[in-house]
Structure formats: C-alpha cells, structure tokens
C-alpha cells in the first residue's frame, strides 16, 4: 500500500488566500484524521471522520477551518481566509475501525502563511 | 481536563540505556501510545500498552500503570537514528472511537 497520501507537501501563501489541503487515507481505513503540529503546541486533533462522517469537530480552531470527506477515499482541509498563526504542518492519518489500532499518518503539508 | 505531561529533552550517549517518562490525566482510558518522529517526519507507531506491565519489541519497550497513570518508553543499545522526538498519545474517550490526544514530545538527542 502507498501509505497515506497528501498534497501539497508544502504551501507558500500571503494572508487572506484560500488554502486547501488534500489527504487520501490507506485503502480500508475507516477513520480519517486532521493534526496540526507546532512547537508551541505540539500535536492537536482538529477533526476527524468515521466512515465519511464528521465525528469529532471541537478542535477546529474556527469558522475560517473546514473539512470534508466526500467519499472514503478523499478528504479536504479548507481554510478561508488564510492567517499567519495557522503555519503549522498538518498531518492527516487514517486507521482501521477499532481499540487496538494504530494511526497511520501521512507525509504532512507544511503551510506558510506570509 | 485532558493532560499528557513529557520531559520536553533529553539527552544520552550511543549504546546506553534511556527512559522517556509520561504521565497523563484523561477523562476515559483505552490504551496508550509511543510514536516516534525524526525531524521534518510523519510520526509513526511504536507500541501500544492497554494493560499494567511491560510491553517489549526488540531494542524498545514500554510500561504502562493504570492506577498512576504513568507510561514509560525504554529504549535499549541506542543507535543514532534514535535520535527523534517520541509522543506519548492516550486514547482518552470510551466506545469504539480512536481519537487520540497526544503529549507535546519529547525530544531525545543522541550523543557518539
């Protein structure tokens, strides 16, 4: 398997873009997870899907964030508009339906926002 | 609340011994992670603790207290590629669900 896929892989932007972010999660995986990752706050869940559905929306930071997952193979990370706090790397990371098991995460974006 | 405390560095030498604490405060407890993720890198899975005791695979092992809520990620004969940042990730909330709230790191520097 190709593992988890994003792009882009990084993204330059001035302040006030659009940005979208693009994650395909291993094949079979039944949940879909979004991360930020900076130094200051490490790791935060910001949503995350079960079979397509948005489960878990609270750690998304505003209404500027959205996310979607149109079908089990694809999902999205829309921030409109676009801030200098939101550079971070996002990760996206897809696991199997269940306790025991581990998330698998993708490549990361890592987004600059001027 | 939710809480997940790590050392923030460490520091060891090539061939020793090392032991990366982690303590948390959850709502709900359904089994502890060790991810591992070298700089500029997706974290990836090290092992997983549901129960009280040691969990051991090769070099690393991991140890996990219920009642203490404390974990520890030993790793042995360091090398050093082990040199990374490892997360200490509780999967807090009940049911099915694989959420999962991590700690900031710890960043392990290893030393020839």
């Known amino acids: 398997d190709a593992g988890v896929i994003q792009s882009p892989r ?8 659009e940005v979208t ?30 079979n397509n559905v948005p489960i ?6 505003e209404d500027r964030f959205s996310a979607k997952m149109p079908n089990a193979s694809f999902s999205t990370l829309k921030i ?8 971070a790397v996002y990760f996206c990371a897809s ?12 490549p990361g974006t890592r987004l600059t926002v001027t | 609340g939710q809480n997940i405390d790590q050392p923030t560095e460490m ?29 500029g890198e997706a974290p990836t899975f090290l092992s997983y603790n549901v129960l009280d005791g040691l969990e051991e695979k090769g070099r690393f092992s991991s140890f996990l207290s219920r009642s203490k809520g404390y974990s520890y990620l030993l790793l042995k004969e360091l090398q050093m590629k082990d040199s990374a940042s ?23 520097a290893v030393q020839p």
Not at chain 2, 23 to 33: I, K, P
Not at chain 2, 86 to 108: E, M, Q, R, S
Request: charged letters at 15%; hydrophobic letters at 35%.
């Open chain 1, 10 to 17: 990084h993204e330059v932007t001035e302040m006030g873009q």
């Open chain 1, 21 to 50: 972010l693009r994650c395909k999660p291993i094949s079979g995986h039944d949940y879909l997870f979004w991360y930020r990752q900076t130094m200051m706050r490490g790791l935060e869940l910001l949503i995350y899907f079960n």
């Open chain 2, 86 to 108: 490892y997360l200490c990730a509780v999967k807090g909330d009940g049911g099915a669900t694989n959420k999962l709230i991590f700690g900031t790191g710890t960043l392990l």
């Open chain 2, 11 to 39: 520091t060891a030498t090539e061939g020793a011994i090392v032991q990366i604490n982690c303590t948390y405060q959850t709502s709900g407890f359904n089994g502890l992670f060790w991810y591992q993720q070298h700089a």
């Open chain 1, 80 to 87: 409109q508009p676009s801030e200098p706090r939101d550079s």
């Open chain 1, 95 to 106: 696991s199997l339906l269940g306790q025991f098991y581990e998330q698998y995460f993708g």
């Open chain 1, 56 to 61: 878990d929306d609270s750690g998304m930071p």
